[in-house]
């Protein structure tokens, strides 16, 4: 993410006090997106004239939001105003303006109301309230006698799958044993936690008033903070990700005193946000075509048109061991699996018949492993890698008791990519300071296994390179990671009117990275009324009337729709002309799009721009291994004991192009065999 200044001033604007007026300060906080907003107010004669905002904790919806392009937006509009009243929140950062806004207003009321004399009490009933999360809107019934909180169950919404568990049923729970508003946010899935606070406040505000739900959110929430104390194990695995769950299983089962180390409170990763599909060759349970040679000529057709060819040796070492290790799964676990042939590969699907998702795999493995023994500490980050004479010798943690060691014989790391490390990312990927880009990886993936490696000597490979999604629209349609509708029967433009690439290329990720390539400020998708599908017209009505360019505007003509997009109409005009040819001879000349998805405009309905985003998975790159995933020294050496593996060492396992299912079984692959090798090191020693 984004570097921001630790405590910065925003704006200062003096105005001329009044004879009488005295300037005021005060500061306040209030919830953001995941972290405490704090902000300074300077008031004279009752409005609002300098503004401090601290929100070094607060990260954004979309990757490359600057604070000029949103807090400040705000800070400059309350400024103008003197009051927080008819100022918006900014796109990208809406929850961080909120809390912004929020003290504000605290402070031109005169401070928090005291609620040490109100009443918690409820007319009793089940009321709906609604609130609004990543995907649109979640409903909620809550049930309530005179004085409790009795039940709350989730209605309709959107969000994704296992990500919400995080949200509905964790933070579910913490309000009715605490009887209290005041829960934190569950981490990795704020937007949806903070959509069901929301509409779990607004049916209590039914039953109840605005006095009271403010009672509810400073009742004081129990919490066990946990114990920081040094440990002895076998074997230390840092992250429980898709490859720190498989290497810490895999350790266990053969006999290993294991540990494993989570930053986040749950498990899971970027599984958890996965569909789940593993990339799977030569698995003995699955009954179709998951022959190697066919696998391997697909993955090097995918990569014809690569810049950066991958380790085709390698691959082909790695690609039967995914079926060995669904083999394992299945014969010693027991585990309910599905496979599909996907027409070139195939990929197999754990989980329940009901529920194939990543999460649910992740549930999955989160209780095989604590079946197995292995000692799991959640919202613990390994800070460092103890080396001595060469030799990996266990890691420093910390967790909001303290810092602790723990010492162990072999270290895996799997810490996932480095994502949410903008930093490592424009300086890789410079194209991301231009292209307005969503991350959709895990809020985890913030390269600690890249730090904590560089930091003894890891030989580091290329990267991390964006890995590659399918291309998104704004947050703004509430579809989450549907990426529907396509734009593959549509012409799409960059900022200045010209078509990009191939718009229905064999595989949507292709056509991501070819406007990662442009790096063009702006990418527009053009549907013409008869084209656009009924539930995304609706939506698309609805929010091109804000006339936001940023998400979607409408016009009747293309010169009018050219003017809202902020394009030259001339370049777009001969755009459309030559594209519209290509349609009638059935022929693209310029890109090869196939004359299946060759389909004309007749501008005789009305045109929508929706503006289409880059989009990412995680990240390719991180530290050089061998074949075992023993990670490797600046001069070609092994680093004793020390393993990676996972997103944070998958620089020989892809190119320029990602594709769907071959991460998570190639980390499958990966966690058994150096959970493998680890436990075998061990015991000939």
Known sequence: MMKRFLFSLLVVIMMIASASGEQTVYKGSAKGFGSQVNVEVTIDNGKVVGLKVDDSGESYTMANVTRESSIEKVISAILAAGKAEGVDATSGATFTSKAVIAVVNEALAGGKTDLSGVKIEYKPGTYTGHGKGRAGDIEVSVTVSSERIEKIEVGKNGETVGVKDLAF?????????????????????????????????????????????????????????????????????????????????????????????????????????????????????????????????????????????????????????????????????????????????????????????????????????????????????????????????????????????????????????????????????????????????????????????EEVGTKMDVGPYVKSAYPDISIAFGYTFRNSPTQQNQIVVNAEGKRVANESPYNQMYFNKQMLRQASPAYYAIYESSMIPEYFKADADRLALNEDNTVVVKADTLKELAVKMGIDYKTLRATFDRYNQFCADGKDSDFGKDPSHLISYKEDGSLYAVRVYTASWGTIGGAVTDDTFHVIDANGKAIENLFAVGECSTARLFGDYYFGGFSLGFYTAAGHIAGTEAVREINTK
């Not at 403010?214 to 129990?222: G, R, S, T």
């Not at 795999?361 to 004479?389: M, P, S, Y």
């Not at 014989?409 to 930093?423: C, D, F, H, P, Y």
């Open 169 to 453: 049923i964790g933070m579910r729970d913490e309000i009715l044993s605490n009887q209290s508003l005041g829960v934190d946010s569950a981490s990795g899935a704020t937007m949806t936690a903070n959509g069901f606070m929301d509409a779990v406040s607004d049916a209590l505000t039914q039953a109840s008033n605005e006095k009271v739900i403010a009672a509810l959110k400073a009742v004081p929430v129990a919490h066990v903070s946990p114990v920081a104390e040094n440990i002895e194990t076998q074997i230390v695995v840092v992250g429980a990700g898709m490859s720190g769950l498989i290497a810490s299983l895999t350790a266990a089962q053969k006999g290993a005193d294991v540990v494993l180390v989570e930053k986040m409170p749950f498990v899971g990763g970027n599984l958890f946000l996965a569909g789940g599909g593993l990339g799977t060759v030569e698995a003995e349970v699955v009954d179709a075509n998951d022959d190697l040679a066919r696998t391997l000529a697909y993955f090097k057709m995918v990569n014809e048109t690569s810049e950066r060819q991958p380790d085709y040796d390698f691959i082909a070492k790695m690609l039967p061991e995914t079926g060995r290790a669904i083999d394992w799964l299945v014969k010693d676990f027991g585990l309910s699996y599905a496979f599909s042939d996907r027409g070139d590969y195939v990929r197999t699907n754990f989980g329940t018949p009901e529920d194939r998702s990543g999460a649910a795999f992740a549930k999955q493995l989160d209780e095989l492993n604590r079946k197995q023994g292995v000692k799991i500490l959640l919202n613990t980050k390994a800070e460092h890698i103890i080396v001595n004479n060469g030799r990996a010798e266990g890691v420093i943690v910390t967790n909001e008791s303290g810092m602790f060691t723990i010492k162990a014989q072999k270290v895996i790391l799997a810490t996932g990519g480095a994502s949410r490390n903008w930093e490592r990312m424009t300086k890789a990927n410079p194209e991301l300071k231009v292209v307005k880009f969503f991350e959709e990886a895990a809020v985890s993936s913030t390269g600690d296994g890249f730090d904590m490696m």
